[in-house]
């Protein structure tokens, strides 16, 4: 069975960081591609972060750019999303899943809406 599993979210200050972690079963992150989604209170969920199953293509929303990474280990099968510099506006519930990356002249992300992990709750408050 098919499962994301998300963690790594928590209370932190301006300014401070955080690391993702997505950990993926029953398929190889060299075939998918799998993005990080944020749902903001009272905004609509939107694409953060996203890494390509071949050629580790990135994609990343202007408001995140210069301060989240995200990555993947292949071997252990698990996906990050280092967010440094956060900001109260980066609060949200994170979640990772699959996702499609499309580079043609720019790179666009989008949530295949298929399996989704469970979600991290990520708190960005002085």
């Known amino acids: 069975q098919v499962q994301l599993v998300d963690s790594g979210g928590g209370l932190v200050q301006p300014g401070e960081s955080l690391t993702l972690s997505c950990v993926v079963s029953?398929?190889?992150?060299?075939?998918?591609?799998i993005g990080w989604f944020r749902q903001a209170p009272g905004k609509e969920r939107e694409a953060v972060s996203c890494?390509?199953?071949?050629?580790?293509?990135?994609y990343y929303t202007d408001s995140v750019k210069g301060r989240f990474t995200i990555s993947k280990h292949t071997a252990k099968n698990t996906v990050y999303l280092q967010m440094n510099s956060l900001k109260p506006e980066d609060t949200g519930i994170y979640y990772c899943?699959?996702?499609?990356?499309?580079?043609?002249?720019?790179?666009?992300?989008?949530?295949?809406?298929?399996?989704w992990g469970q979600g991290t709750q990520v708190t960005v408050s002085s």
């Open positions: 899943a699959t996702a499609l990356v499309v580079q043609y002249g720019t790179t666009t992300c989008d949530s295949r809406d298929d399996y």
């Open positions: 029953e398929f190889t992150l060299d075939r998918y591609d």
């Open positions: 890494i390509s199953g071949s050629f580790a293509t990135t």
